[in-house]
């Protein structure tokens, strides 16, 4: 089974000093990656350098598969003129010339996409209008219209109620099932321990490797610095951490434009 | 039937003139371009910038009238000055892009009026400040409708870039889409459009034709192409009503349509409201 993403080593950032270093990893088809760390701590720049927006400073980063992103749904407007459809659809723009509109293949698609995520009966939908959790399968149809075979999603789960979660977390399992390779950005660690690997960032990898493993008091502590509290479980040998939640949420690896 | 007679003469009769046509056909080429390009204006919050290079333009207007040139050159020239004051303004440590803009355009807008009061300036400027639509002649004619059909062509191509970029900046850099070259584009295309309606609605009131009926539109529509349909059939019932009004009350043909523009504003915002209390306020669940 030949990886999709494999990095040595990869350095990178936004001007001298990495933002992200030692980062070594590989990403399998049918798997399921957390991206675990604090804001800041290079998340979102791992995610630029894997779109290829950012290139690495050190080390290699190969990516066999296409990488396509679904940011946060609270990043784009809701009070756009668009519909389902319409933001479905965005996801053909990358194999377009600019000054060609979207072919009958293109909307074919992009109704499969909408089709994929159970959303066919809301394409035509003010995207605005549709539920968080709905906005968010959106944004991976748009990110499967691309053809992409690794989905980077940014905090996806952020403000969905427990049914949408639980239908989205369904829908990602699926997707990495069908031979993709999911990569997901979150602080939820109990989530995170039902992927297949989890990897550890914090201006460098922590750590990567199979949660039970690599999820340990220590990893985390170094990942989330003091932010991270011990839960006494019944289990006395098997403790659950959590992290503190942040105060708020913002992408401070991201330089001001 | 005299009374339909009447009403038919009375519609028809302002039209008889050249000079009416003329300025018909050019309200109509700015309810165009206004309702068109007035969708990206409203929609990615450039009003601001738009009536900064409208202003920021005045002296290049006023230099041309004074030396004889078409007002079209000046303004580009206008045009281009304004845009490298307001960056290199832009530039100064600590003042913030807002007051950077509002500082050049000020500054240039004076630069314009110590021009346009001297004692050579010939009669005329206060066209440029208010527009002169009745004064609109064929070559107006025939430049603004080749930079009205320019702009429109850029936009039709560009529409899904836009989309992208309008939509979330950040999502539109990882589908290839650079959001300066959007913004840049959208920039040099406002630039455009200041230049063709200034002739008709003149420095201050410009801005009007570009941001009111798209702003009017998006009150009453939730899509992009019937919000651009709307906002040009209002800038086009705004155009020659003002037209109307210029005619039959003897008002200012520019103030007149600017007037209306805004007058349709205000109803949609009422029509909206009044729409939305009907329905009662929907939330999306979850």
Redesign the interface.
């Known amino acids: 089974m030949s990886s999709l993403v494999a990095a040595r080593d990869v350095a990178v950032g936004y001007g001298s000093a990495p933002v992200l270093r030692d980062v070594t990893f590989t990403a399998n088809p049918g798997e399921r990656i957390a991206v675990l760390g604090p804001n800041g701590g290079g998340k979102t720049t791992l995610f630029r350098a894997l779109l290829q927006e950012l290139r690495p400073s050190q080390g290699t980063l190969t990516t066999t598969g296409r990488c396509a992103s679904v940011p946060q749904t609270e990043r784009s407007r809701l009070d756009f003129p668009v519909s389902a459809l319409d933001v479905a659809l965005m996801g053909t723009i990358p194999g377009r010339a600019w000054w060609r509109r979207p072919t009958r293949t293109d909307r074919a698609a992009a109704r499969d996409a909408l089709k994929r995520v159970d959303l066919a009966d809301r394409a035509e939908r003010t995207y605005g209008e549709l539920s968080g959790g709905q906005r968010q399968r959106v944004l991976i149809a748009r990110a499967l219209v691309q053809n992409a075979q690794v989905l980077l999603l940014d905090e996806p789960f952020t403000g969905l109620d427990t049914t949408s979660a639980a239908l989205l977390e369904e829908l990602l399992r699926e997707l990495a099932q069908e031979g993709r390779a999911v990569m997901i950005a979150t602080h939820d660690l109990e989530q995170a321990r039902r992927w297949d690997r989890v990897l550890c960032v914090n201006g460098r990898q922590i750590a990567f490797g199979v949660p039970a493993e690599t999820l340990t008091h220590d990893v985390l502590a170094q990942t989330y610095g003091a932010a991270i509290v011990t839960l006494p479980g019944e289990d006395p040998a098997a403790p659950h951490h959590a992290i503190l939640p942040p105060h708020h949420h913002h992408h401070d690896d991201v330089p001001p434009h | 039937m005299p009374a339909l007679a009447t009403v038919l003469d009375t519609l028809a009769d302002p039209f008889s003139q050249a000079l009416m046509q003329r300025a018909l056909l050019e309200v109509l080429l700015l309810a165009v371009v206004g309702g068109t390009l007035g969708c990206w204006i409203v929609?990615g919050e450039l009003s601001y910038g738009a009536e900064s290079l409208a202003h920021g333009m005045f002296p290049g207007l006023v230099l041309a009238a004074l030396a004889g040139i078409p007002l079209l050159l000046g303004g580009a020239a206008g045009i281009l000055v304004a845009a490298l004051a307001v960056a290199l303004a832009g530039r100064v440590p600590a003042i913030g892009r807002d007051n950077a803009t509002a500082v050049a355009v000020t500054t240039l807008f004076g630069l314009g009026a110590l021009l346009a009061l001297s004692p050579d300036t010939p009669l005329g400027i206060q066209g440029l400040l208010f527009g002169d639509v009745l004064g609109t002649t064929s070559g107006d004619l025939l430049a603004g409708a080749a930079l009205v059909a320019a702009v429109l062509l850029a936009l039709w191509?560009?529409?899904?870039?836009l989309?992208?970029a309008?939509?979330?900046r950040?999502?539109?850099?990882?589908?290839?889409?650079a959001p300066l070259v959007v913004d840049a584009l959208l920039l040099t295309l406002i630039a455009l459009a200041v230049l063709v309606a200034v002739q008709g609605l003149g420095n201050l009131l410009v801005v009007a034709v570009l941001v009111a009926p798209a702003a009017a539109a998006?009150l009453l529509?939730?899509?992009?192409a019937p919000?651009m349909a709307i906002a040009v059939v209002l800038g086009m019932v705004a155009g020659i009503g003002g037209l109307y009004l210029s005619y039959y009350a003897s008002v200012a043909a520019g103030a007149s349509i600017a007037g209306l523009l805004v007058a349709g504003y205000l109803l949609a915002r009422l029509a909206a409201a009044t729409s939305s209390i009907r329905k009662g306020r929907t939330a999306?669940?979850?």
């Open positions: 929609l191509a560009a529409h899904w870039r989309l992208a309008g939509f979330d950040d999502g539109a850099r990882a589908l290839g889409v998006r529509t939730r899509r992009l919000m999306p669940a979850g």
